[in-house]
């Protein structure tokens, strides 16, 4: 059965995603040019293609669809939400007020997406309050 090795693989590539962002906006905020060279050009590349592709066999295998299931609707959107506010929080931000903020509405956008993949829900964690 593949499902449980492509959950496992999937939540793992999930914690490295969120050390790896955290790591990068550290020296995004204190030293950009380590961001320039060497293992931190790659490899969150190859985690990212990771977790996107195991997603991609878990909704398969469960005949779960984004744009047909309202779950992955949400997750996928917020994932786009997420590359983009991670995108000015690393790189893209002219001050870094805009990369502070951008990063904190990043960190919201994952820690909603967590939230969906748990509960299955758009509502996220807010069900947990419901
Ligand atoms: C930053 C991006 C993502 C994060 C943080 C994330 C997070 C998670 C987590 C934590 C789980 C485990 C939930 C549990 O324990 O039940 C999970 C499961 C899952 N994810 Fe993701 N995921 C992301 C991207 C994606 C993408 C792009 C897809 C598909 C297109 C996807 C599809 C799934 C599916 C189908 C499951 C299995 C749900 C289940 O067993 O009930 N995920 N995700």
Do not use: E
């Amino acid at each position: 059965m593949l499902f449980p090795y492509l959950k496992y693989t999937h939540v793992t590539t999930v914690v490295i995603t969120a050390l790896l962002f955290l790591l990068r906006l550290r020296w995004a905020l204190t030293a950009p040019a380590r961001l320039q060279k060497g293992w931190i050009r790659i490899i969150p590349h190859v985690n990212d293609a990771t977790l996107f592709f195991t997603g991609l066999g878990m909704a398969v295998l469960l005949h779960q669809y984004p744009f047909v299931n309202g779950w992955l609707t949400a997750k996928l959107t917020a994932l786009l939400g997420y590359i983009i506010l991670g995108t000015v929080a690393l790189k893209r931000g002219r001050s870094r007020r805009q990369q502070v903020i951008a990063a904190s509405l990043a960190i919201l956008c994952f820690t909603y997406i967590v939230g969906v993949a748990i509960t299955r829900d758009p509502r996220s964690l807010l069900l947990l309050f419901a």
